[in-house]
């Protein structure tokens, strides 16, 4: 009896032993900065700067960090805007079809159905350089020159009023551009802003709840069965 | 022998058809497959009571394909309008454009692959994963580039997370428009997700200590950008390279995608092919003119990524209809950004009275939850809805509660209470009530 009890402690005591070094083991690799001399694991290949110039596109909103040397005028920018752009964001920026529009809506966004657009929405004028760059055209996106960017972005700022018709757009300036819906913007989440309280019973009186809108006979829902729809603009 | 063997026999194809409305009728679902889910069950059902017990159905009496029939597995013949869906209306063509995935149809906290919902902004590249790469640079010590095999070395980790378009439910801030719980609710999903901590690669990399704010991009024609604050990055984000078990779909990023749980979608960013470290944020396109909320009185809020709770009855709906009174069991949906679901509560009465729902191991952070709860349906008209309060004590407003707080045109974010109609005849309708 006695010896089985001490053999059975043994036993236990060597399991916490194990116990603990595998949890030791553990800590240690998921330690969020044990490991982390830079290079730990040594997988991959250091980046060089040819690697990272090529790639290294981005262009920063708010200060127009990685805007590149080049230059381009209105001018220029409205015939390269004819080229690449009109076919779906009209002549004038107003959008083909169901293409964005981006000039006008100056003043609607407080209307029922606002126009958000690069004069009436955009805060930052780099942004506009940079997503023409990254994205534009949408068939061809990435071909277009340095200079024809800056051109078109000359062209698009003088579309909306926000520069004149004079203005050559470059890596100086194009940061002090300042865009005019630039204030109306809250970089910080206010949510939550609601604070409903989960009441259970007898919460709203019968009378007062009535369907305020259904989307019955509305006719905008593709089907859900069968080949996929193909209902047509409204 | 060819795989098929059998099933060539003139003799056994024959009677199996002759014995077998079902079979006889496949070319016709296949080709039109106009009749899916409970609707080809039913036409199946009238049509084939002479192989309903007591007898024998043809396929019990009949040799089956092999294996490797289908090297890779594809739903029943039945399912096939289990589909993801677009609004084609919605957008100018479908590359820079949304799918919606058929929570209808679907059971469980895990989306199928196949039925992930899509958001392109380029359309889908097909990358080569021995040709992509990987590059981390901006203020760290040690800027490299990754191919997937130096990926693949790394610790790796599996999550089960969802991911939620922001714009889901973005059609009904105005009024109930799409009458469909696909089309209302189906830019989410849920998978599980495994590769490499973002963390373990920042540390690989050395983060300079004026590092505050990560650029994520895509390799895909936008080269889709959004800014990560560093503290969320070094959290829970995660590089992934697959989805349930196999290799992501190109439609979900192949070969490799940023999952940051419990935010918009939109910041988990496809086809990922670079990480700048900087101690600014970017102020992208998409987080500027786009993914910002409009609120009534002409000002945005932006850098709103949390997924706020929300919850919605998957069954009944507008596509599953009820069949007649008696007893149901309604099943949803629960999900938060902000961690775990805590409870789920169900109406029938339109909000005046509500029940505590079940819900549905497993429980997982950032993940779908399942609930359900009986109803006895007595017939009569019904106003049928949902109502999480996740751990932190959230409570899922109404669309009248948020109206108040945003207006109607700010498309994102709507988490609101959804209100199904249930007429007498079963019917099942998109409504807002106030």
Redesign the interface.
């Known amino acids: 009896m006695f010896r089985s009890d001490s053999h059975r402690s043994v036993v236990s005591s060597a399991a916490k032993l194990l116990a603990l070094t595998a949890a030791c083991g553990v800590i240690v ?1 998921a330690s ?2 044990a ?7 040594g ?5 060089t700067p040819e ?2 110039a090529g ?4 262009v ?4 127009g960090a990685g805007l590149p040397a080049g230059t381009g005028s209105v001018s220029k920018g409205e015939s390269v805007f004819a080229d690449q752009c009109a076919a ?1 964001h009209g002549t004038f920026g107003e959008g083909e ?3 964005p529009k981006l000039a006008g809506g100056k003043g609607t ?2 209307d ?1 159905r ?1 126009e ?1 657009t ?1 004069g009436s ?4 004028a780099p ?2 350089f ?2 023409i760059n ?2 534009m055209p ?1 068939p061809t ?2 071909t277009l020159s340095a200079d024809d960017v800056y051109a078109l972005t000359a062209y698009i700022l003088n579309l909306n009023d926000i520069v004149p018709g004079d203005f050559v757009a470059d890596k100086d300036s194009l940061p002090k551009v300042k865009m005019p ?1 630039h204030d ?21 009186n ?1 009378a007062d ?8 006979s ?1 006719n ?3 089907r ?11 | 022998m060819p795989p098929n063997f059998w099933r060539s026999l003139p003799v056994v194809s024959k009677s199996a058809a002759r014995r077998n409305p079902v079979l006889a009728r496949r070319s016709f679902l296949g080709l ?6 409970t ?1 080809a069950l039913d036409a199946a059902r009238a049509e084939t009571a002479e192989i309903s017990p007591p007898a024998d159905a043809p396929w019990s009496q009949s040799l089956g394909a092999g294996v490797v029939d289908r090297p890779y597995g594809t739903p029943a013949e039945t399912e096939a ?1 289990v ?1 993801r ?5 919605l ?2 063509g479908t ?2 454009s949304i799918s919606f995935s ?1 929570l ?1 149809d679907l059971n469980g906290i895990i989306t199928p692959n196949g039925l992930f919902f899509e958001r392109y ?2 359309g889908r590249p097909d990358v080569d994963p021995e040709q992509h790469r990987l ?3 901006g203020l ?8 997937m095999k ?2 693949l ?3 790796s980790v599996s999550r089960i997370h969802f991911i939620e378009c922001p714009a889901n439910g973005g059609m009904e801030w105005r ?6 719980l ?2 209302t609710h189906g830019m989410v999903s849920c998978a599980e997700w495994t590769g490499v901590k973002l ?1 373990t690669l920042l ?4 983060l300079k200590k004026e590092a505050k704010w990560v ?1 994520v ?1 895509g390799a895909d ?5 959004r800014s990560l604050p560093l503290e969320k990055c ?1 959290d829970d984000c995660l590089i992934v390279y697959a989805q349930n078990g196999e290799a992501l779909r190109p439609e979900q990023g192949y070969p490799l995608r940023l999952v940051v749980p419990g935010w918009e979608g939109n910041v988990s960013v496809k086809w990922l ?2 990480i ?1 470290v ?1 101690d ?6 998409e987080e ?2 786009k993914y ?1 909320d ?1 609120m ?11 997924i ?1 709770a929300k919850s919605v009855i998957t069954f009944p709906c ?2 599953k209809p009820l069949s007649g009174p008696g007893l149901y069991e309604i099943r949803g949906l629960a999900w938060t950004g902000n961690g775990k679901v805590k ?1 789920v ?1 169900v109406s029938t ?7 505590v729902a079940q819900l549905h191991e497993p429980i997982l952070s950032k993940a779908l939850t399942r609930f359900s709860i009986p109803w006895r349906w007595d017939g009569k008209p019904a ?1 049928l809805e949902s ?1 999480v ?1 996740d751990e932190t004590g ?5 669309i009248v ?2 109206r108040k ?2 207006g ?2 700010s498309v994102y ?1 709507n988490n609101s209470i959804q209100t199904w ?1 249930v007429k007498p005849d079963g019917s099942v ?6």
């Not at chain 1, 929405?121 to 930052?124: I, K, M, S, T």
């Not at chain 2, 039109?32 to 889910?37: P, S």
């Not at chain 2, 009465?349 to 029940?355: E, F």
């Not at chain 2, 959230?394 to 109404?398: E, S």
Request: with cysteine.
């Open positions: 690799c969020p900065v490991a982390a001399e830079p290079g730990h694991f997988y991959g290949t250091v980046a690697q990272i790639w290294d596109i981005d920063r909103g708010g200060d779906c079809g169901r293409f966004l407080k029922d606002p958000l690069v929405y955009w805060p930052f942004t506009l940079d997503y990254r994205a949408m996106p990435h819906n109306s913007f809250l970089w910080k989440d206010p949510r939550p802003d609601t604070a409903a309280r989960p009441c259970m019973s007898n919460c709203a019968p709840i009535k369907i305020t809108s259904t989307a019955e509305r905008l829902t593709p859900t069965t069968g080949p996929l729809d193909t209902m047509q603009p409204k | 039109g497959a106009a009749l899916t889910g609707f309008g589909i869906r677009n609004v084609p209306w957008t100018a590359e820079s058929p209808q902004h380029a590059m981390i640079h760290v010590e040690r800027p490299l580039v990754l191919t130096d990926i070395r790394f610790p009024a109930a428009q799409l009458n469909s696909q089309f963390s540390e690989e990399v050395g650029m991009e024609g936008a080269h889709m950008n070094l092919r670079r700048k900087g600014q944020p970017w102020f992208s396109r500027t003119s910002t409009l009534a009185d002409g000002t945005s809020r932006g850098f709103t990524w949390l706020d507008p596509e409870a509560h009465d339109g909000g005046i009275n509500w029940q106003l109502r309060i959230y409570v899922q407003p109404t509660d948020l707080q945003r109607t045109n974010h109609q309708f998109d409504v807002q009530i106030g």
